[in-house]
């Protein structure tokens, strides 16, 4: 640190030199001249004017070599003492840092040594640098600060510029193709009232004037098939989604991506279009369709088989889907399958994706088209008018069961549409994170009548990601969403991130009052079992002068009541709406230990029929407060 403060103070010392001297280091207009690359080429004694930044600078007595480098390439400059004068060219190298944009004039000569160079006759400073660039010859590899400061990698790893360059080359195309095929490029909200278009977990936000909570879109495919209600029939929009999960080497929780929809089209026909588009992407990024892929060659070369999930569960987990129809069956497979990270109510078309995802997966290399997947896990496909039990929906896979693309033909009957939302809200609240909302109006929009269509999401970055053969997705983002450096680990989820629960009971005269202490039992019972979870994440404050005092946390858990029981239904779906955790207690859960029997009774009846005894909710301290304010406590 003490030898970047010192290289700062130098710097900031020529630049003041700089200023004293009277020349202005930030001209306010400035030609950019040649590109560099372009320079190479031209006729010796050629007069020129260029512009870029110096990479490198060889002083040798009266002679100077340097490096200019621009967005094109890198040229050698001579700056001698006999063109410029002994003011001027003592200025040059005195002054003059790795990193300061210049502008010259002179003209092309060939080196003894047969290099192509600009003797340079005047020079202009148009930025000076006060803080030195990644070391010369080893850049910047730190591979957390080539993510955070993106702009020093560029600069020092020619690696990460190509990337950048091939991902503009390869969104051009994406644009030209659809262009060409009479596709209209649209926009649709990134702020949304509703989320929906996929299964995945949002970002929640909140919109001062109207006073109305907000979504980060997770897909844009609800809006691009309302357009296609209203008339397009052809569009497409390259966008950026957001879905509140997990970061690691295949997950950003801000993305891109395209999606296009095509009346009267089928998921047969996006097959064919991917089978054509994707060479020309390939191509677009300047590579082969034979890639070596982690390691492995990979062959894009088309036709791409065409495999049903189901086959695919048979050739490698080696039993049939079909075997199992209910949820409850389904899960006890899973667990026999020893797939983590599911629980009792899970659905039963996210228990057959776990289940490929641990044993078909990592078992495709070459591309594939995996087609027909269970109804259960495709809430907006059009059923297979063959075995309704499936969609009409493919995935395009490769190395590993890498996804490059989604597409299914659109469901555009209004009434199983309807159906099946309902069913993603019984999974709402059931606990699946990932379920999607009931969109009354995208109902309403089908209502009016939508052209059979087929439609297609594909990330860019993932694509990009596999076709330049790197690790992490970060590489092919150029400001991946990092955690920033002034917070540090340890004090993720301290002081301001307080956590508290609060439990609020229904407490009326027909609920006797071991009913209200059986449900309080219960409900703290649950909380306590969340692995990984504390109720407070400070376990002792410090005193001014400096005494340390364990906190008391005996009453972390605050009991409230009401007595309505429309309340704590309206208290569930604001706790959700502001992802907070959520547990609930009902009369069936009081009157029997059998899960199965709890469950029946409950799947047969809608939220507003379930006679809830209690709720608790867990989070931030004061949205919890903020909830929770108009219930009293419990008596």
Known sequence: MSEEI?????????????????????????????????????????????????????????????????????????????????????????????????????????????????????????SKTLLPLPEKFHGLTDVEQRYRKRYLDLLANDDSMAIAKIRSNVVKEIRNYFDDLGFYEVETPVLQTLYGGALAKPFVTHHNALDIPLFLRVAPELYLKRLIVGGFEKVYEIAKCFRNEGIDHNHNPEF????????????????????????????????????????????????????????????????????????????????????????????????????????????????????????????????????????????????????????????NDPLDQEERFKEQTRLEEAGDEESMPYDEDFVTALKHGMPPTAGLGM??????????????????????????ESVRQSEVGKGKETMVAHAVLLNTAEVPQWSK????????????????????????????DGEKIPMNIQHAIMMKQTDKKENLLKLKRAAEKGEMIVTCFTEEMRDS???????????????????????????????????????????
């Open 6 to 126: 010192n290289e700062f103070e130098t710097r900031l010392g020529r630049l003041k030199t700089i200023k004293d001297a009277d020349v202005e280091p930030y001209p306010a207009k400035s030609e950019k001249g040649v590109p560099l690359e372009q320079a190479k080429t031209m006729a010796t004694d050629t007069p020129i004017q260029t512009s870029g930044r110096l990479v490198a600078i060889r002083e040798m007595g009266r002679l100077c070599f340097s490096h200019l480098k621009d967005a094109s390439g890198k040229m050698q400059l001579a700056v001698s003492e006999k063109e410029l004068g002994k003011e001027k060219y003592k200025f040059f190298v005195k002054n003059f840092d790795l990193g300061d944009f210049i502008s010259v004039e002179g003209t092309i000569f060939v080196t003894h040594a047969g290099e192509t160079s600009i003797l340079v006759k005047d020079y202009t400073l148009l």
């Open 256 to 411: 891109t991506q395209i999606e296009f929809y095509w009346a009267y089209a089928d998921y047969t026909k996006l097959m064919d279009l991917m089978e054509d588009l994707l060479p020309k992407l390939i191509k677009a990024a300047g590579k082969e369709l034979k890639l070596n892929i982690g390691g492995k060659e990979v062959d894009f070369t088309t036709p791409y088989p065409r495999v049903s999930m189901r086959d695919l569960i048979k050739q490698y987990a080696k039993f049939d889907i079909e075997d199992l129809p209910t949820d409850e069956a389904m899960f006890e497979k899973a667990i026999e399958l020893k797939i983590d990270d599911i629980k009792p109510g899970t659905g039963r078309g996210k228990l057959i994706d776990e289940i490929y995802k641990v044993y078909a997966r990592p078992h495709i290399i070459n591309p594939i088209f995996m087609i027909d997947h269970p109804v259960e896990l495709s809430p907006l496909a059009k059923k297979k008018t063959s075995d309704p039990r499936y969609v009409e929906r493919f995935q395009l896979l490769c190395v590993g069961g890498n996804e490059l693309c989604n597409a299914f033909s659109e469901l």
């Open 517 to 544: 202490l059986n449900a309080a039992a219960h409900l703290a019972a649950a909380l306590a079992a969340r692995e990984g979870k504390k109720l407070i994440f400070i376990d002792s404050t410090t005193t001014t």
């Open 593 to 635: 230990t059998n899960y199965k029997k709890v469950k029946e009774k409950q799947e047969s009846k809608s939220s507003e029929q379930i006679n809830f005894l209690g709720v608790l909710i867990f989070g931030k301290k004061k949205e919890v407060e903020n909830i929770t304010k108009d219930f009293e406590m419990m008596q």
């Open 459 to 484: 990330g860019i970055d993932r694509l990009i990601k596999l076709l330049v053969d790197v690790d992490n997705l970060k590489e092919v983002i150029l400001f991946p969403t990092m955690r920033p």
